[in-house]
């Protein structure tokens, strides 16, 4: 059964209906639970009953459309949780699962943002949190659910009435935690973003997954678990952690299910480079790898040349990589290439192209940068490249903001009706055709493949992550007495291949140069320890609050950071001081 072949299914409850009905006793998910070995497992009847349970419960405290945090640990419980409440027609709200001792603002921030009034959660996780849960009075209103103690209601269930157009999820992009942006995903947008990706991919009943990915991004939920529904093949899963832990894992878990399709962002295949010894390669046999998704950060040729060289031993093709590029906006795809073909290089004048010019000739090995393509826009959808400041078309050779417009492109930012507008709603001033979502993403078209070159905003993206700085900014300022209030920056350079986190901050004014030297204080503590205790508190605090090692900590004598006339951060401005060694540094 191929779901793109049935008019009936317009939405992921039709569509794991027919599954159940149809192929009831085909395993659509395993779950390695040691990341290896281990597994558990999901039949698409055992998957439809669970969530037929958790919706007939959802269903009995909350009405439809209310919203609902998911708050797991990748695994199967997730699954069924987020299909628990599609089944109940309330909208799932994936969000990271809450850890002890640890941050709980953005879960505090997507809950005030979506005025959830359900979390589902496991038994597990609840007991953890619960002193977490006594000191935040947001949580306590919620009505919490642990699914895996739920007593089976199954039949108790009653079918929602849904329609394509019919709100499926909030996915909150990984943005700022002060102002969190739940997208609004449509069973329709899903079903399109779906279709798109199984015709892009090649997938087909025969396919096999492997997939690493967090299910609370899009890239793991759409990709990694729906796509494979759509398709009607198999997955197997595990945790992040376990990918990061140990990578070869993943190269294993490829060889020994013979899978067709696995992927991440560039990172992931550099981790694999650097972690992977040569003797622990020998045995893996990645012949059966057809399409190695690479997307959701910067894509480097550099990686891709590397991973090649150290895996084709192994049976791993260059033709296999696939490079494409998508964002929660737009559902998750947005451009893709040819399968099997090979990826697509662009290597240009770094000056030109930091002046948004593209230029071919005259290229030396000082002043050279490679850019890696993305493919081309999806069938029924469109790709522009636009003048941010005129919202005129750019010109051949000239980059500029990529607009996308397409069934696929979601409804809107929840709750944000002019941002929504803004983003959402764009029109070409030349034509006023449109609507277009604006990406935020800079890039430029040639023989209309898609190259993207960099981001209209300071977003930061490590490890397949976004990172406002704003918010990294605001927890350096907090994390130690000495360093200036709003005199900080943050940003990331490319380190092998790989982009890294750098903090600057300013220090006190009262803090003079001379008295950084190695001079006892009041306190007997000398200057210099000071200094470290400064970074040492700003590594803790970034490692606390996000989840991130720094790469470098600039600290910078008063009036050092580089701000606008009317005192905004020049981050950009700041990031190549840095690299020019130009910085007026106290400690570094």
Known sequence: MNSSDHPEINTLVDLLRARATHESEQVGYRFLLDGETQEVSLTYQALDQQSRAIAAHLQSICQPGERALLLYQPGLDYISAFF????????????????????????????????????LTSQSILSLINRQLEQVQSLQTLHWVATDTLETFADHWQEPVLTSDSLAFLQYTSGSTATPKGVMIAHGNLLQNLAAIHRCFGHSPQSQGVIWLPPY?????????????????GVVLMSPLMFLQRPLRWL?????????????????????????????????????????????????????????????????????????????????????????????????????????????????????????????????????????????????????????????????????????????????????????????????LANSELFVTGRLKDVIIINGRNYYPQDLERSVEQSHSLVRPNCSASFSVEVDGEERLVIVAEVERHYRENRWADTPSENGATQSSKVKAVIQSIRRAVSQHHDLQVYAIALLKPGGIPKTSSGKIQRHVCRASFLAQTLNTIEE
């Open 84 to 119: 628990g409440c599609l089944y109940a027609g309330v909208v799932a709200v994936p969000a990271y699962p809450p850890r002890p001792n640890r941050s709980l603002e953005r879960i505090e921030a997507i809950l005030a943002d979506s005025k959830a009034t359900v979390a």
């Open 252 to 444: 294993e878990a490829i060889s020994r299910d013979q899978a067709t399709t696995s992927g991440g962002p560039n990172f992931a295949y550099d981790l694999c480079v650097r972690k992977i010894a040569p003797a622990q390669r020998e045995g893996l046999d990645l012949s059966s790898w057809e399409l190695a998704f690479n997307g959701a950060e910067p894509i480097y040729d550099e990686v891709i040349e590397r991973f090649t060289e150290a895996f084709a031993p192994y049976g791993f093709r260059r033709e296999a990589f696939y490079p494409c590029y998508g964002l929660a906006e737009a559902t998750l795809i947005v451009s893709g290439g040819e399968k099997n073909a090979q990826p697509v290089l662009a290597t240009v004048q770094a000056t030109a192209l930091a002046q948004n010019q593209v230029v071919y000739d005259q290229v030396t090995p000082e002043n050279r940068r490679t850019v890696v393509g993305c493919g081309q826009s999806l069938a029924d959808h469109k790709i522009v490249i636009v003048d941010p400041q005129t919202l005129k078309l750019c010109k051949d050779h000239q980059v500029g903001e990529i607009w996308v417009c397409g069934p696929s492109i979601a409804q809107g930012y929840w709750g944000k009706t002019e941002e929504s507008k803004q983003n959402f709603q764009a029109t070409l001033a030349e034509s006023s055709s449109g609507p277009f979502l604006r990406t935020g993403d800079l890039g430029f």
């Open 217 to 233: 991004h899009d890239m793991g939920l759409i990709g990694g678990v729906l796509q494979p529904l759509y398709g009607g093949f």
